[in-house]
C-alpha cells in the first residue's frame, strides 16, 4: 500500500502520549493515511552559548579563532580545554533550575520528558509554574518547545535574540509553525554570527527552500536551494545537513539514486537527524525498497517523543510484509494518544481483522483436529463390562461426551466406582484429554499432544494429513482410533495392528495398503 504520510513531521513534533513511547513495535488501498500536523522539519540538532563563546564581550583579533574551536567543538560535541570545571547539573527535567547549555541538551531532556507519564506530568508542572518574562519567560519557553506548544514557545522567546539557545530553539519553533520567513530571519542573523557552524546555516537555506515549496513554486525552490549548495562551502557540503539538502534537490531533479545516496551519508554523518530519517525513508518506500524504508522509520521511533505519523507509515509497512501484530501495534499506540481519530481507528481494525483471519484459519485447523479424537467412539476402546455398560447409561458414546463429565458426576452414578474412573483416566490421558477439560485446554493439548512433524526425504508425504488418503469413513475412524492424524503416523502401524480394531477388517486394510501404494509408501513391517 502506497497511501503513506508524504508530509515530514517536525523532528521536535508534538507527539502521542507516553504510553505512546515504542521501544522497537494493509489497511484497504481506498484509505488515507492521518495529515502531518507539522509539516515542516526543523534541521538543527545543537546550538550552544558554551561552545560559540556567545557570551563573550571581546570582539578583538581572536575572534576568528574562536569561530573556528566553535566549529571543531560543533563536530566533537564537547570543547577540550586542560582543566575542564566541574559538569553543570544536566537535569533538564528541572527547567526552572537547571543550566540549558545548548539546544542538543534540551533536545536529549525531551526524551527524558516523554519517557514517562510521570516525567511529563512533573515537567508540565513546573512549565505552568514559570512566569512569562525575564529568566523564567525564557525557561517557560524553551519548556514549551519541548512540550510542543509552538506557538507559545516562539511568543516567549522573541525578546531573547542575544541567548542563541534561545533564538535557534524559537527558529525550530517558527519552522513548526510553518512561518518560514520569520525563521529564515533568525537563522539569518545566527549564520552571520556563527559563519563556520552547519545547523543555523542549513535552517536558512531550507526555511527558503519550503517558503517557495509553500507558495507552489517548485521551481523557484529547486533553483534557491541548488543555489545556496552551489555556493557552499566543503564543510557544510560533507555535513549532515548538507547532506540531506542535496538529497531533497536530487529528488526535485528526479534523481533518486543520488538522493538515496545522499540520505544515507546524512545518516551515517548524524543518525539523530529526523527529517533525513523520515524523508529516506518515504523516498525508500517510493523506490520499492521496504526493508530499508523500514529500517529507517525504525529509527526513528527509537527517538523520543515519536511522531504519529511516523508510526502510521511503518505500520502500513509492516502490513505490506505480512506482519500484521506489529502493524496493529503501531495503530494502537497511535489511537491511544489520539481516540477520536477515526482514519487510525480503521487500520487498527484491518490490522486486527488480518490478524485474526490467519489466527482463525489456525485455530479450525487445531480444532478439527481436536474434533477427530472427540468423536472417537467408546466402544473402540478395551474397557471392563462394568464401565461400559455405566458409559452406556449415561448416554456417553464418543470421547466427546466424556470429556464434558467430571469425576464428582461419574462416582455419583449407580455401579461407577474408582476402579472404572481408573480406566476411563487412562484412555483419556492416551489422547492428551482429561474429565471436565475446557474446550480451549483441549485444544492446545491435543496439538501438543499430537504434533508430531516428520523430517527427511519423504517429510512432505509423511506430515500431510490422512484426508489425503480419501479413506472410507469406516477406515478412517479406525485410523483416527489408533491416534493417528497424518500419513506419517499411520506408517508406525503394522497390519495386525490394525486387524486388531473394531470394525476394522480385511477390506478396510486392503483400501489402506492401496491408498498408500498410490504413493509409494507400506505399512510397518511390509
Not at 521536535?12 to 500536523?37: F, I, L
Not at 576568528?64 to 537535569?91: F, H, I, K
Not at 505480512?322 to 487510525?344: H, I, M, N
Not at 508406525?492 to 477390506?507: C, Q, R, V
Request: with cysteine; aromatic share 6%; glycine share 4%.
Amino acid at each position: 500500500m502506497s497511501d503513506k504520510n508524504e508530509n515530514t513531521p517536525d523532528p521536535e513534533t508534538t507527539t502521542p502520549a507516553p504510553e505512546a513511547v515504542v521501544e522497537s513495535p494493509k489497511p484497504s488501498a481506498s484509505t488515507e493515511a492521518t495529515e502531518v500536523e507539522d509539516e515542516v522539519p526543523a534541521m538543527s540538532d545543537s546550538f550552544s552559548p558554551e561552545d560559540l563563546d556567545s557570551y563573550s564581550s571581546d570582539e578583538d583579533e581572536e575572534d576568528d579563532d574562536e569561530r573556528l574551536d566553535a566549529a571543531d567543538a560543533w563536530n566533537q560535541e564537547q570543547v577540550e580545554v586542560e582543566e575542564p570545571p566541574p559538569p553543570p547539573s544536566t537535569d533538564l527535567l528541572q527547567i526552572a533550575s537547571a543550566e540549558i547549555p545548548s539546544f542538543r541538551a534540551l533536545r536529549d531532556a525531551r526524551s527524558l520528558v516523554f519517557e514517562t507519564k510521570q516525567n511529563l506530568e512533573a515537567f508540565e508542572k513546573q512549565v505552568a509554574a514559570l512566569g512569562e518574562s525575564g529568566e523564567e519567560g525564557r525557561r517557560r519557553g524553551l519548556g514549551t518547545w519541548v512540550l510542543g506548544d509552538y506557538e507559545e514557545s516562539a511568543k516567549l522567546l522573541t525578546g531573547f535574540e542575544s541567548d542563541p539557545v534561545a533564538s535557534f530553539t524559537r527558529a525550530k519553533a517558527l519552522m513548526s509553525l510553518q512561518k518560514y520567513s520569520e525563521a529564515e530571519q533568525v537563522y539569518s542573523r545566527l549564520s552571520t554570527e556563527y559563519p563556520d557552524l552547519s545547523p543555523p546555516r542549513a535552517g536558512q537555506i531550507e526555511a527558503r527552500f519550503l517558503a517557495a515549496m509553500a507558495k507552489g513554486d517548485e521551481e523557484a525552490a529547486r533553483s534557491e536551494l541548488a543555489a545556496a549548495l552551489d555556493g557552499a562551502s566543503p564543510e557544510f557540503t560533507e555535513s549532515a545537513e548538507g547532506h540531506y539538502l542535496a538529497a531533497r534537490r536530487d529528488e526535485l531533479d528526479h534523481d533518486l539514486e543520488s538522493a538515496l545516496d545522499h540520505y544515507k551519508a546524512s545518516m551515517e554523518a548524524d543518525p539523530s537527524l529526523r527529517e533525513n530519517l523520515f524523508h529516506g525513508a518515504y523516498l525508500a518506500e517510493r523506490c520499492g525498497l521496504d526493508q530499508m524504508a523500514v529500517e529507517l522509520y525504525e529509527l526513528l521511533v527509537r527517538q523520543l517523543p515519536i511522531d504519529a505519523n511516523v508510526l502510521m507509515n511503518l505500520g502500513v509497512l509492516y502490513e505490506d510484509m505480512g506482519r500484521d501484530q506489529e502493524a496493529a501495534a503501531c495503530y494502537d499506540v497511535v489511537q491511544r494518544s489520539k481516540p477520536t481519530e477515526d482514519r487510525v481507528r480503521l487500520y487498527l481494525n484491518d490490522a486486527i481483522a488480518a490478524m485474526d483471519m490467519y489466527y482463525d484459519e489456525d485455530r479450525e485447523r487445531k480444532e478439527d483436529r481436536l474434533n477427530q479424537i472427540l468423536r472417537i467412539p467408546i466402544t473402540d476402546f478395551e474397557l471392563s463390562v462394568r464401565a461400559r455398560n455405566c458409559l452406556n447409561k449415561m448416554d456417553i458414546n464418543v470421547l466427546g461426551d466424556l470429556v464434558r463429565r467430571t469425576e464428582q458426576e461419574l462416582l455419583s452414578f449407580k455401579n461407577f466406582g474408582e476402579t472404572s474412573l481408573t480406566e476411563i483416566k487412562e484412555i483419556l490421558h492416551s489422547k492428551g484429554l482429561r474429565l471436565g477439560m475446557p474446550r480451549d485446554e483441549a485444544v492446545a493439548s491435543v496439538e501438543v499432544h499430537t504434533n508430531r512433524t516428520y523430517t527427511g526425504e519423504k517429510a512432505d508425504i509423511y506430515n500431510k494429513p490422512i484426508s489425503h488418503l480419501q479413506l472410507s469413513i469406516r477406515a478412517r475412524r479406525t485410523v483416527e482410533a489408533l491416534g493417528c492424524l497424518t500419513i506419517g503416523d499411520i506408517m508406525k502401524h503394522s497390519s495386525d495392528e490394525l486387524l486388531g480394531m473394531p470394525n476394522f477388517g480385511i477390506t478396510s486394510l486392503q483400501e489402506l495398503k492401496g491408498a498408500l501404494s498410490q504413493i509409494s509408501l507400506k505399512l510397518r513391517g511390509e
